[in-house]
């Protein structure tokens, strides 16, 4: 089984920034696609961010309305995923989830992420 733990969140000003961390434990594969995700009140979970390994390449998937914004990184060697997010908007104000596939493609989709963290809320005051 796979666990996500997350942390990080809180209150910041607009233009400010924020680093989301999520650690995975559990039988994980240490190539397994992992994307952020987020919702806000009223409003569907929508996709944040991805990272996934093709082959000897890792590469990265953003949402329109955080592209050169966010940056989703991962270090291995500690099994943690996180998301640095930078000039944060009022907009951007939702509860975090971080995500775990069992496939292998980098993907948006939220069926393929079959594992979630508890979510954290992040709150940007305008």
């Known amino acids: 089984q796979v666990q996500l733990v997350q942390s990080g969140g809180g209150l910041v000003q607009a233009g400010g920034s924020l680093r989301l961390s999520c650690v995975i434990t559990g039988r994980a594969s240490s190539t397994a696609p992992m994307a952020w995700f987020r919702q806000a009140p009223g409003q569907d979970r929508e996709f944040v961010a991805a990272s996934a390994h093709i082959g000897y390449t890792v590469s990265t998937h953003y949402a329109d309305s955080v592209k050169g914004r966010f940056i989703i990184s991962r270090d291995i060697f500690k099994n943690t995923v996180y998301l640095q997010m930078n000039s944060l908007k009022s907009e951007d104000t939702a509860v975090y989830f971080c995500?775990?596939?069992?496939?292998?493609?980098?993907?948006?989709?939220?069926?393929?992420?079959?594992?979630w963290g508890q979510g954290t809320q992040v709150t940007v005051s305008s």
């Open positions: 995500a775990y596939s069992t496939g292998v493609e980098l993907t948006a989709d939220r069926s393929s992420y079959a594992y």
